[in-house]
Antibody, heavy 121, light 107 residues
Framework: EVQLLESGGGLVHPGKSLRLSCATS????????MTWVRQAPGRGLEWVSA????????YYADSVKGRFTISRDNSKNTLYLQMNRLRAEDTAVYYC??????????????WGQGTVVTVSS | DIQMTQSPSTLSASVGDSVTITCRAS??????LAWYQQKPGKAPKLLIY???SLESGVPSRFSGSGSGTDFTLTISSLQPDDFATYYC?????????FGQGTKVEIK
């Protein structure tokens, strides 16, 4: 069974940093792009960042570019999101999600349960 | 950036009704469109990919159609479990965008 489990969320002050992790199992992690998607309270889904299976290419939404860094450790089957210079508007549930097909862009077929990030003084 | 516009934002329907949600892309995305269902406090669930392909395990009352810029999700014979929020998503490249969502409510 494919599983994704996020961790690392919490309450953080504006301007501070936080690192999210997404531990995966049940599929060949290194062949699939992985993504982060967030959902602010009462709002819709917003794609945040993605990384190819090899880790050789990364992609970011304009809202987080220059502040967030996505990475992965294929030896640990784990995805990360380093979030720096956090703002109140980054408050959201953060989901990691698996891209459906290997070696290409596709829909997100498996999602984690989400981890809550709250940015507040 | 490719913008996705869903309509309506809210839809009131009864069990047994057939409902249709539309999604329009700001430029052609071929058939690179997915539909998701989300229930409160839960992660989204993939229903449809490549505009009309049903994800494994999804009931056949869900169907998708369209290509280019205009797409639809149809739920035939709405069931109690179908009351949720639905999102379209384009994946024409490695920059994904979602529609703003359509909440399907009980009439």
């Amino acid at each position: 069974e494919v599983q994704l489990l996020e961790s690392g969320g919490g309450l953080v002050h504006p301007g501070k940093s936080l690192r999210l992790s997404c531990a995966t199992s049940g599929f060949t992690f290194s062949t699939h792009a992985m993504t982060w998607v967030r959902q602010a309270p009462g709002r819709g889904l917003e794609w945040v960042s993605a990384i190819t299976g090899s880790g050789g290419a990364t992609y970011y939404a304009d809202s987080v570019k220059g502040r967030f860094t996505i990475s992965r450790d294929n030896s640990k089957n784990t995805l990360y999101l380093q979030m720096n210079r956090l703002r109140a508007e980054d408050t959201a549930v953060y989901y990691c999600a698996k891209v459906r097909r290997p070696f290409t862009s596709d829909a997100f077929d498996i999602w984690g349960q989400g981890t809550v990030v709250t940015v507040s003084s | 950036d490719i913008q996705m516009t869903q309509s309506p934002s809210t839809l009131s329907a009864s069990v047994g009704d057939s409902v249709t949600i539309t999604c329009r892309a700001s430029q052609s995305i071929s058939s690179w469109l997915a539909w998701y269902q989300q229930k409160p406090g839960k992660a989204p669930k993939l229903l449809i990919y490549k505009a009309s392909s049903l994800e494994s395990g999804v009931p056949s009352r869900f169907s998708g159609s369209g290509s280019g810029t205009d797409f639809t999700l149809t739920i035939s014979s709405l069931q109690p479990d179908d009351f949720a929020t639905y999102y379209c998503q384009q994946y024409n490249s490695y920059f994904w965008t979602f529609g703003q969502g359509t909440k399907v409510e009980i009439k």
